[in-house]
């Protein structure tokens, strides 16, 4: 990998160019005493310290209402597949929220390539930054491997603790992106200095099992307590799927014009938590307890999906456990309850 | 032929009707689909039979039932439209008391006993009459009133989201107003006004009532993350006359 370095002062001017040209350049940004992503209007505005986001940059490559197809009613051969048009960068995400972009690569081209995913992904430059302060609930080097992030990322950041960065550039994307940038080669210090620093700022959370643990952890558990206890005091509200990095339902949704001479198809956010999520064919709901809705929730977080794409559906970024109103949605805690009620249960 | 559509009103502020008689530019493509032959707020004139009827406001006399039913009965489709219809709204806030001879002296005094100030605790129209579909919201939103006449047109059932606020609130990007001191109602209450109070900086007071299987009960939890007291959620629940079961 070919490392680069930068002197903060030089990034910021980059970032200045970048957003005064024609790409839609998204970063964080300081909001309410918290963190956001937002679309850069001033380089001066983004942040690479932050602790953690409140959402996390998926809504840039799977955005919360994005339309899909155009059609005139009663007209077949209207339908007409609405894709992206902009090119895009986003620039400052953590190593997990990274992983969670390549796993979403995977679940939207296995079997069938989702051409709307996919189109969007391709005019997008991901700028990863290893985070320079703990998150209050992070514990993702429990759940991702240090080389997942690599599968995503055109180029990551490495706060050096001085004035500067290293950038290792990961795809020629990422090359092509920072050649309009001031810098320059890595010396052989900063080269291991920087491999040190990527691990300078610890997690807050271990998870008490390891990873590749998890998927048999789980199997026979479907019945335990833990899934009764915590549903009784869920909501059902969704929230702990709509900040998730990872979470990718959708529904589909028809908007048609008060004229009735076009509509709009949209591809909606939609949660395995909300109740009307398993409704099909003739109302019928096959998953209308909410305890039975977040075991779901868990075992795609840290099993099913891990068996079937081989990257966690749970990269560790806490954001569920700010979200959920009641703080029941954090999977440490549902592990710890596993862990300690198994004693009495088994 | 258009369907003939009129709008009725009982007890409320006529809100509602004025959400309607301010849809704007959209008012024209409304009247491109349907005639509107009763409609109090902008036109006179009446008919004997509807194709749909939207009802605004809530039953609190007896002679509101007799109109309503004979509404009803002339009606091929009858919509409950705004909070007051739909769930009772802040009308049913006198319900809470109990007692309506109280909530009459409370609010006629010494005129409690006049004869037309006689009124009985808060009904919503469907506890009196069938009703085919709901437009919720104190008032209701436009684009959602819309959406329900275009599916009635069009011969689909209208979408009425069926899970809470919180998701319209996520999707927006909003912080969430328990981090921000708030006690909100959005994860009790059914979505469809895209979130609009906690959107600005408000938090939901469940105007458009809850969802179909509310959890009250994880109110519980609430209080003891963000310490808050049992008449914090209370009092937010008062305004659209919501169950807590907090204190019990
Ligand atoms: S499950 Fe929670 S901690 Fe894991 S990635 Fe999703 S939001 Fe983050
Ligand atoms: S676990 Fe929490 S955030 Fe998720 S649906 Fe239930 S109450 Fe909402
Ligand atoms: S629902 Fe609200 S706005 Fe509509 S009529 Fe009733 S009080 Fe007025
Ligand atoms: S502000 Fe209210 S509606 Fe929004 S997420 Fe929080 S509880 Fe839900
Ligand atoms: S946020 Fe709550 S109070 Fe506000 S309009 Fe929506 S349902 Fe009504």
Request: glycine residues 6%.
């Amino acid at each position: 990998m070919e490392l680069l370095q930068i002197s903060k002062k030089e990034l910021l001017e980059f970032v200045g160019t970048l957003v005064s040209g024609p790409l839609d350049v998204f970063g964080v940004v300081a909001h309410d005493g918290r963190f956001a992503y937002d679309k850069l209007d001033s380089a001066a505005n983004l942040r690479l310290d932050f602790d953690e986001t409140l959402y996390s940059p998926k809504q840039y490559l799977f955005p919360p209402k994005d339309p899909v197809l155009s059609y005139t009613p009663g007209d077949a051969a209207s339908c007409a597949p609405v894709y992206a048009e902009k090119d895009q960068a986003i620039i400052g995400v953590h190593p997990g929220d990274m992983a969670a972009i390549a796993m979403l690569d995977k679940a939207f081209t296995e079997n069938k390539i989702d051409a709307h995913y996919c189109t969007r992904r391709e005019k997008t430059t991901l700028v990863g930054i290893y985070p320079t302060k703990p998150g209050k609930y992070r514990f993702t080097s429990s759940m991702i491997k240090p080389e997942e992030p690599y599968l995503a990322a055109d180029a990551f950041l490495i706060d050096m603790g001085d004035d500067s960065y290293t950038i290792e550039i990961v795809t020629d994307r990422g090359k092509e992106f920072f050649s309009a940038s001031a810098a320059k080669p890595a010396t052989a210090d900063g080269k291991a200095k920087a491999e040190k620093m990527k691990t300078a700022v610890k997690d807050t959370v271990t998870l008490k099992i390891k990873r590749e643990d998890l998927p048999p952890f789980l199997d026979g558990k479907e019945r335990h307590p833990v899934w009764e206890t915590r549903g009784a005091k869920c909501f059902s509200c969704g929230s702990c799927v709509t900040v998730c990095p990872t979470c990718y339902c959708f529904d589909m949704l028809d908007e048609l014009d008060l004229s009735f001479d076009y509509g709009l198809r949209f591809r909606t956010w939609d949660a395995c938590v909300l109740e009307p999520f398993a409704v099909c064919a003739g109302g019928h709901n096959f998953r209308t307890k909410a305890a039975d809705r977040i075991r779901h929730r868990l075992y795609r977080k840290q099993k099913y999906l891990l068996e079937k794409l081989g990257l966690a559906g749970c990269v560790g970024c806490g954001r569920c456990k700010t979200a959920c109103v009641p703080d029941i949605a954090f999977p440490p805690d549902i592990d710890d309850d596993l862990l300690r009620k198994e004693a009495h249960h088994v | 032929m258009k369907p003939k559509v009129a709008f009725f009103d009982f007890a409320c502020c006529e809100g509602c009707q004025l959400q309607v008689a301010n849809l704007e530019e959209d008012i024209l493509g409304l009247v491109n689909l349907v005639d509107v032959v009763e409609f109090r707020e902008v036109l006179t004139g009446s008919a004997p039979e509807y194709d749909v009827s939207f009802i605004e406001g809530s039953i609190t006399r007896p002679e509101d039932e007799a109109r309503l039913r004979d509404i009803r009965s002339r009606s091929k489709v009858l919509v409950s439209y705004g909070a007051c219809a739909a769930t009772g709204g802040v009308n049913k806030i006198k319900n809470l008391w109990g007692n309506i001879d109280k909530v009459k002296k409370e609010v006629y005094d010494k005129d409690a006993a006049m004869p037309h100030l006689e009124t009985y605790p808060t009904k919503a129209v469907h506890e009196v009459v069938k009703v085919d579909y709901f437009v919720h919201g104190c008032p209701i939103t436009r684009s959602e009133f819309l959406k329900v006449v275009k599916a009635l047109v069009f011969g689909t059932t209208p979408d009425i989201p069926q899970y809470p606020v919180c998701v319209e609130c996520k999707m927006l990007g909003n912080e969430c107003m328990y981090d921000k001191g708030g006690v909100c109602l959005g994860p009790v209450t059914r979505a469809g006004c895209n979130a609009i109070c906690p959107s600005n900086n408000v938090s939901c007071e469940g105007c458009r009532g809850a969802v179909p299987n509310p959890n009250n009960n994880a109110m519980h939890e609430v209080l003891a993350k963000y310490k808050l007291s049992v008449d914090d959620i209370k009092r937010q629940f008062t305004m659209y006359a919501l169950d807590p079961e907090v204190g019990k």
